[in-house]
């Protein structure tokens, strides 16, 4: 242990001066052990100097183990225990583990057992990444092995689901190398899925247009209610139906782990349709509709040219109440629409979720994720807490674990009604700027433009030069878009330099990448509903 950082051992125990002889020898081993006589003591160490370890009596007088266990969690600190006991009962046993002990072991304990407890738990990490490594390396040689260009959607789903869960999975991996493997396997994965999308998504479209049923097509924004929504409306249960705007499946699968004590998760995915924005992806979601057919057949509601993120979509539940007419599925004890932008606003709704019981469906829409995802832009304290992807994971989670949504979701465990969780679109970080050449009327967005005339490079996105292929609005002469591939973003060539650093790094959508288009949608059971 010469070439390794000194481990250090914090032992509570009111018997500690006959240990000696234990501690003598893992001092031999190289460990530093600080001996204590009681619970207290070793809180009183623990926040004075940083352990590796504490080693602790079960039966002590006073804080035994199980309340300096207690003590530890309330006070936020979080060290391995390993807890020695002289009880072999069962039921002590399982409550010392809900209390998330590392390990523990039976009186009487000789040295040997007392280092090789020490030395697993110091061992695990490194044994935990060595395995990560040698699971990942075999990951990536299976992705390799795969023939993206014979890919179906189906497919691009399975493998965006494996990709997804490795981003989550290599968080906090101290090997560099491999998330850098990870990283540029991604971009590389990307350039396949926007060739994908650019052959199959106007058919896609051009189906679901004509009625076509999924699967002959992916399911799509506009299949979301009718698919994950209606059919539990007409079993006559009660729906609470979330969007959470802006939301990643790399970022949902960081949240679900938070959830499974309570409800029985179902995931299903879905396809964002093109633009992934709000006016079109969320619009399409309660609508039921393309743009093209919200264009013209609501022209009145149709709100493709503003810029205001709360007149784009004022109307939702205007489209929402329209969709479940058109599908015979009007809720039979009313609707409760609601749009969530600030904190005053979720804890209100937090207050009023029991006061919902009586209403069959109750449709919420949060926006934090998304105005978090682009204050990150023009924040620097933010670009700071969230330099990449796997710190705004870190970042988003802890906004979760302590917001009203998170508590709302807690009491809708204990209710009797069915839970559906998605998002709208997803979000790209955006690395590579790609020259758009427009007129002064062309609209403002990084990752999609639409206007007269546009140009830009047919490598770095789609163009659209026949809006109603996509199902877009066709509301002026030469009108056409561009959609944005991979993690490119849009920049005129005035002042180009200037605005390719401003949004190097930020978060965009509109676009076309796995991140935007391959999206969960979750159904949430009650594991132990309240009739």
């Not at 600190?77 to 807890?83: S, T």
């Not at 790399?250 to 004590?261: I, S």
């Not at 022209?299 to 109440?321: A, K, S, V």
Request: charged share 25%.
């Amino acid at each position: 242990m010469a070439n390794e950082i000194t481990r250090r051992i914090l032992w509570a125990d009111d018997e500690i001066d006959l240990l000696k002889p234990h501690i003598r020898f893992l001092e031999q081993k190289g460990y530093a052990v600080t001996p204590v006589p009681s619970g207290g003591d070793a809180l009183a160490a623990l926040e004075r100097e940083r352990f590796d370890v504490l080693l602790i009596d079960e039966m002590m007088p006073g804080m035994g183990g199980l309340e300096t266990l207690d003590a530890l969690k309330a006070k936020d600190v979080n060290v391995p225990v390993i807890l020695i006991t002289k009880s072999e009962e069962e039921t002590l046993m399982e409550e010392a583990i809900g209390k998330r002990i590392t390990d523990y072991l039976i009186k009487p304990v000789n040295p040997s057992q007392v280092f090789l407890a020490c030395k697993r738990v110091f061992d695990a990490q490194k044994l935990q990444d060595s395995q990560r490594a040698r699971d990942y390396v075999g990951e990536m040689q299976r992705w390799q092995s795969l023939d993206t260009r014979k890919l179906d959607w189906r497919g691009w789903v399975d493998l965006s689901v494996d990709v997804a869960r490795w981003d989550v999975g290599l968080d906090g991996a101290p090997e560099a190398g491999l998330q850098q493997a990870h990283t540029d396997f991604r971009r590389g994965l990307n350039i396949e899925f926007s060739r994908f999308i650019e052959d199959h998504y106007p058919k896609w479209v051009q189906a679901a247009a004509k009625g076509v049923a999924p699967g002959e097509r992916p399911l799509l924004s506009t299949d979301v209610i009718k698919h994950s929504v209606v059919p539990h409306l007409n079993e006559g249960k009660r729906v609470i139906f979330i969007v959470i705007d802006c939301m990643r499946l790399d970022q949902w699968f960081t949240l679900e782990p938070l959830l499974e004590e309570w409800f029985d998760v179902q995931r299903d995915y879905y396809c964002s349709i093109l633009p992934t924005a709000t006016p079109y992806s969320r619009n399409a979601i309660f609508s039921g509709l393309l743009p093209r057919q919200m264009w013209k057949q609501h022209p009145d509601l149709w709100q493709e040219n503003t810029d205001d993120e709360r007149t784009r979509n004022r109307f939702e539940r205007n489209f929402l109440e329209m969709q479940l007419a058109r599908l015979n599925a009007t809720p039979a004890k009313g609707l409760k629409y609601l749009k969530i932008y600030d904190v005053d606003e979720a804890h209100a709704t937090r207050r009023q979720i029991n006061s919902f019981s009586g209403l069959s469906l109750v449709a919420m829409v949060f926006n934090f994720i998304d105005i978090l995802a682009h204050g990150r832009s023009e924040n620097e304290i933010l670009q700071e807490l969230a330099p990449d992807e796997a710190a705004f994971r870190a970042v988003m989670k802890a906004w979760f674990t302590h917001s009203p949504l998170y508590e709302i979701l807690q009491a809708l465990a204990s209710q009797d009604c069915i839970t559906v969780v998605t998002t709208d679109h997803g979000a790209v970080l955006g690395k590579r700027a790609a020259l758009v050449h427009g007129n002064r009327d062309t609209s403002s967005n990084l990752r999609y433009k639409f206007g007269v005339n546009l140009n830009t490079d047919s490598k770095q996105a789609i163009i659209v030069r026949k809006p109603g292929d996509y199902l877009l609005p066709d509301d002026g002469v030469n009108k056409n878009y561009v959609l944005a591939r991979e993690d490119y973003y849009f920049v005129y060539p005035t002042r180009f330099h200037e605005f390719e650093r401003q949004f190097r790094g930020s978060f965009q959508h509109g676009g076309v990448s796995i991140e935007e288009m391959v999206l969960p949608m979750v159904t949430l059971r009650p594991k132990s509903p309240r009739a």
